[in-house]
């Protein structure tokens, strides 16, 4: 469980509380099933990253787009309802060479142009010869990015390095030497599903 979830539903129980006590207890529930929801949103279960040269998903959700986006990389995206686990890992093991934060705007996350358009972090990796980038991509209601590590922090695949409150989006770029491992459609856990693999050198 994130802490933050629990200062969300201590507060909304706490108002659920006070309405109740003001008026009557029925009005209170709205605010006791909100609490229920935080609680759940903010849930953090275990993962175990898988070994080997491959790259694991930063974000649990469901893949939305894989792209050519020149230079020979390939771009996944994944989109993180309300309902997904909204705690970010990172896809390989290395150092944290760079963070970028970039202001933006709040576009529905599955748009293509939210990609370059919303808030976001740019998060790259260096690790055993490769590097991978990965954005953390604020959503129409998501309006808040926390990333937990600094540059020059080493890292283990599936590591939990931050988290995007509500709907949102990861977008992960791959070089020419990785092969990507999913498809459209294809749902992914963060941490524990592979996006990629090394390619033999």
């Not at 309405?19 to 949103?41: D, E, Q, R």
């Not at 283990?156 to 791959?174: K, N, P, Q, Y």
């Not at 990629?196 to 050198?201: D, E, I, L």
Request: some cysteine.
């Amino acid at each position: 469980m994130v802490v933050t979830g629990i200062y969300y539903a201590g507060g909304l129980a706490a108002g659920g509380l006070f309405i109740s006590w003001l008026t009557h207890p029925a009005l209170g529930m709205p605010f006791y099933i909100l609490a229920a929801f935080c609680l759940y949103f903010f849930r953090d279960p275990e993962r175990v990253a898988p070994e080997g040269p491959v790259a694991v998903s930063p974000a649990d959700g469901k893949v939305v787009s894989v792209k050519q986006v020149g230079d020979g990389q390939t771009r996944v995206s994944v989109f993180l309802s309300v309902f997904d686990v909204h705690v970010n890992r990172t896809p390989i093991s290395g150092r944290i060479a760079s963070v970028e934060y970039k202001p933006g705007r709040f576009l529905v996350a599955l748009r293509e142009d939210a990609s370059d358009a919303n808030e976001q972090n740019t998060i790259t990796v260096e690790g055993e010869g490769t590097r991978v980038v990965f954005k953390q991509i604020a959503g129409l209601i998501a309006r808040r990015i926390i990333f937990y590590k600094k540059p020059g922090d080493q890292v283990r695949a599936g590591d939990r390095v931050g988290l995007i409150r509500f709907g949102s989006r990861v977008d992960v770029f791959f070089g020419p030497d990785w092969q990507v491992a999913v498809r459209l459609g294809d749902r992914v856990r963060a941490g524990a599903t592979i996006l990629a693999r090394r390619r033999s050198a």
